[in-house]
């Protein structure tokens, strides 16, 4: 079992920035990918970020490139996602989420929710124009 924690959330004006913290606890030997998924009110949870958790490869959804990087700390066990220049569109619960060792290509960030055995509990990010 892993357990996440997210941290970080707030509300900031357009153009600010905001950084997210993720701190998994439990198996996270076991740990092959660290995410970032987003909702926003009456829409689906979408793919933000990922990083794999051993060779530090990312992958970003279109939206937010340039302007969000995911990093790892994995002596504290920690994913961060650094976002700038937000947009009253990236308001939104954000979730951190974990992919189990052994569920996917090794190599290969996974954009979709099956492959994410592990959810935090989401932090709200508000973005006002």
């Known amino acids: 079992q892993v357990l996440l924690a997210e941290s970080g959330g707030g509300s900031v004006q357009a153009g600010g920035s905001l950084r997210l913290s993720c701190v998994a606890s439990g198996r996270t030997f076991s740990i092959r990918v660290m995410g970032w998924f987003r909702q926003a009110p009456g829409k689906e949870r979408e793919f933000v970020a990922g990083?794999?958790?051993?060779?530090?490869?990312?992958y970003y959804t279109d939206s937010v490139k340039g302007r969000f990087t995911i990093s790892r700390d994995n002596a504290k066990n920690t994913v961060y996602l650094q976002m700038s220049s937000l947009k009253p569109e990236d308001t939104a619960v954000y979730y951190c989420?974990?992919?189990?060792?052994?569920?996917?290509?090794?190599?290969?960030?996974?954009?979709?929710?099956?492959?994410?055995?592990?959810w935090g509990q989401g932090t709200q990010v508000t973005v006002s124009s």
């Open positions: 990083i794999n958790w051993h060779g530090g490869s990312t």
């Open positions: 989420a974990a992919v189990p060792t052994g569920r996917g290509s090794y190599a290969v960030v996974p954009a979709g929710r099956t492959l994410y055995d592990y």
